[in-house]
């Protein structure tokens, strides 16, 4: 079964640094590899996928990932934080085999310091 | 237009009752989904369908019940509701593919049970 790993429970970053979230996979076979934001009181928001092709991937409000296969990593990145980035990060993987099952990590929660 | 809408969004209720979710989509999505998303925000899938014919149903007490009158329709009945219940009730929908499409989320239902 696929599952997915987000070690960190909590990532504080100062305005305007770097925002990294850090997402694991375990799958059988390609991965399908997402990335959502859920702001307090909200649901999940889809902001960018990995399916096949660039390892680099671009997604909403300036977020970035990228896949590493030898690492089984799908690392969140945006190059410059704003507080309204403040919420909580999910990673999710679906296998290839078509059962259409998406296994989410634990969330990350995400504060960006003004 | 709300995509993903679900009533009520908040639901406070008595041990031992019995209450229902409603779900509808206007995405034309063909696939619906309920999550279970309890207070640490860890998130679970419970059931999924596909126009209208149950193609996931993870292991949850068969006190609930989903049911599917179309496929723009998902909706979640419990039966004697527990204090382990409560919890924020997702509905989300995406198109069934092998592709990776991402699912689209509903607000949530917040379930609490005395």
């Known amino acids: 079964a696929q599952s997915v790993a987000q070690p960190e429970d909590q990532v504080n970053v100062a305005e305007g640094n770097p925002l990294t979230v850090k997402c694991t996979y375990s799958?059988?076979?390609?991965?399908?590899l997402f990335w959502y934001v859920q702001y307090p009181n909200r649901g999940l928001q889809f902001l960018l996928k990995?399916?096949?092709?660039?390892?680099l991937v671009k997604g909403s409000y300036g977020f970035e990932a990228e896949f590493n296969k030898s690492q089984t990593s799908f690392h969140l990145k945006k190059p410059s934080a704003l507080v309204s980035d403040s919420a909580l990060y999910f990673c999710a993987v679906r296998d290839s085999s078509g059962n259409n099952r998406l296994a989410f990590g634990k969330g990350n929660q995400v504060v960006v310091i003004p | 237009d709300t995509a993903v809408s679900q009533t009520p969004k908040y639901l406070v209720t008595q041990m031992g009752n019995d209450k229902s979710i409603k779900c509808e989509q206007n995405l034309g999505h063909d696939t619906m989904y309920w999550y279970k998303q309890d207070s640490k925000k860890f998130l679970k899938i419970m059931f999924s369908?596909?126009?209208?014919?149950?193609?996931i149903n993870e292991t949850v007490p068969n006190r609930f019940s989903p049911k599917s009158p179309d496929k723009a329709h998902l909706n979640l009945h419990i039966n004697s509701l527990e204090l382990g219940d409560s919890a924020v009730y997702f509905c989300a929908s995406s198109q069934w593919d092998l592709l990776g499409k991402e699912l689209f989320f509903g607000e949530g239902s917040r379930l609490t049970v005395l």
């Open positions: 369908y596909n126009n209208k014919e149950l193609i």
């Open positions: 799958v059988s076979g390609n991965p399908y």
């Open positions: 990995y399916i096949t092709g660039d390892n």
